[in-house]
């Protein structure tokens, strides 16, 4: 104990530029601490270390680099083998500890985190050509900054009254032009936007195309007006929503007219609020939120919801670029699942979820068989309907017709029907005469029907 055992100068043989020293040290049975230093003038690791005991392969303990590109760390060793290498009390000590860290570091502070931007060097930028025929090397004429002509917008006047020592200002005449309340374009894109957002689609259908190519407003002065209000009240979306939100059309009923739907069968007229299914991500957020499992946390990096194997399939990458998340963490709401182009929830997919490779102004809404096979067959719903069906026991007990009345008024938020409930209990039956299911069985099932139920999945 305290002795010294080796010193080695790091003179030796090498192997790709890199001292090498065969030396070992058989260590006794029990706790023994061990101080091992190393020194290098050159900055890079000089030693590399291996152990081995009874029944125990040899296990790397120091990291490695530039020899057959291998690199590990104690603490891998211990997460991939630690009930192997350190017995299973302390594995879980380990464990515990490495916890415990993790939660005292917490997040990186806004001030730590970084990001890469774009940004002007001086305030002489270069000159711009025209690339014939797109080639970088072909320059044609100078190009210099304006607006489009269309908007008969003088040009602007350079240098800029914003210039300075870092900066031409280009930019900010920019978008002092885009916000200006003389020009009504961004208003107006606006204004429909917000309008789609509540109604499904905005008074110009084409939200993306304002051009003669697009749809023309089927309320071009309401639109105008809109766009008016929203910049008179200083560019507000908040005082623009209220108004939205406060108007009549807002609040018409969803119920048809036979002479209003033959006269106008596609509502352009909006005389009636159309019906319309959630969105993919607001389906999955209410299926957590029914089975009062939805974590409302904000803010935070992305997270990675449980991927089907069969989903991970479609990828080359399988679940190789798909990472893990805590069941708590894997709760919060779909805006926070991370998106890979190529690997997506199934869940998100079948409901029309836009893909990440092109913009999506307006949302398809299909009804496909695969919608509904996908509901009823998913684990993730199925897990879904088991934690309601928890969540209704703990509430109500084991009455089974106060546990289908429960569910019911969870599921689409109103008082159950008497005629409702007793269509459940019937079900529950068929079911536990069919399958031979007991009662808390039975039950999931029926939660699984009612999460499956059209007013729950479309807002009338």
Same mark, same amino acid.
């Given at each position: ?13 090498? @192997? ?13 049975? &029990? ?11 050159? &900055? ?14 040899? =296990? ?53 985190? +970084?990001?890469? /931007?774009?940004? *002007?060097?001086?305030?002489?930028? !270069? ?6 025929? &797109? ?21 602007? /006047? ?29 208003? =107006?894109?606006?204004? %429909? ?37 929203? @910049? *008179? ?86 679940? &190789? +670029? ?46 496909? !068989? ?11 719903? %199925? *897990? ?9 026991? #703990?509430?109500?007990?084991? #009455?089974?017709?106060? =546990? ?6 969870? @599921? ?6 008497? *005629? ?41």
């Amino acid at each position: 104990d305290g002795e010294l055992v080796f010193e080695d100068g790091g003179l030796g043989a090498t @192997v790709k530029g890199l001292s090498v020293n065969d030396f070992t040290v058989e260590l006794k049975e &029990g706790l023994l601490p061990i101080q091992i230093a190393s020194y290098s003038k050159g &900055g890079a690791y000089r030693m590399h270390m291996e152990w081995s005991g009874p029944g125990i392969e040899k =296990r790397i303990l120091a990291v490695r680099h530039g020899i057959d590109g291998y690199q590990r760390s104690l603490e891998r060793v211990f997460n991939d083998h630690g009930e192997a290498v350190l017995g299973p009390r302390k594995a879980a000590a380990f464990k515990r500890l490495r916890s415990i860290r993790q939660q005292a570091s917490g997040p990186k502070r806004e001030s730590e985190k +970084k990001a890469a /931007v774009i940004s *002007e060097k001086g305030s002489e930028p !270069p000159e711009t050509h025209i690339l014939l025929r &797109g080639n970088p090397n072909s320059q044609g004429k100078i190009v210099k900054p304006g607006f489009p002509e269309i908007f008969r917008t003088p040009d602007p /006047v350079l240098p800029s009254p914003y210039q300075n020592d870092s900066s031409s200002g280009r930019r900010r005449i920019l978008a002092e032009w885009i916000a200006s309340p003389s020009n009504p374009l961004t208003a =107006r894109v606006m204004a %429909n936007r917000i309008w789609q957002f509540h109604f499904g689609r905005g008074i110009v259908r084409s939200s993306n195309n304002f051009g003669a190519k697009g749809d023309r407003p089927t309320h071009p002065e309401l639109l105008d007006w809109l766009a008016a209000e929203f @910049v *008179e009240g200083g560019w507000s979306m908040k005082r623009l929503h209220k108004t939205i939100l406060m108007s009549n059309t807002y609040r018409m009923s969803s119920r048809s007219i036979p002479d209003n739907l033959a006269a106008d069968p596609t509502n352009n007229l909006f005389w009636r609020f159309d019906m319309r299914r959630l969105t993919a991500e607001e389906l999955r957020d209410s299926l957590l939120q029914a089975a009062g499992n939805l974590n409302t946390a904000m803010f935070g990096p992305g997270i990675y919801p449980v991927m089907p194997p069969e989903a991970a399939a479609t990828s080359s990458t399988g679940l &190789g +670029k798909w990472g893990t998340s805590s069941a708590e963490e894997a709760a919060r709401r779909s805006v926070y699942v991370h998106t890979k182009r190529s690997l997506r929830l199934p869940i998100l997919t079948s409901f029309d979820a836009p893909e990440g490779d092109t913009s999506c102004p307006v949302r398809f809404s299909t009804t496909q !068989p695969t919608q509904a096979l996908g509901m009823l067959n998913s684990a993730f719903v %199925n *897990e879904q309907a088991q934690i309601l069906a928890s969540r209704v026991l #703990d509430e109500v007990g084991e #009455d089974s017709r106060s =546990r289908v009345r429960r569910a019911i008024e969870i @599921v689409v938020s109103r008082v159950a029907r008497d *005629e409702e409930v007793e269509e459940g209990l019937r079900f529950i039956e068929g079911v536990q005469s069919a399958a031979g299911l007991s009662d808390d069985k039975a039950f999931e099932r029926f939660c699984l029907l009612a999460l499956n139920l059209n007013e729950f999945i479309y807002l009338d």
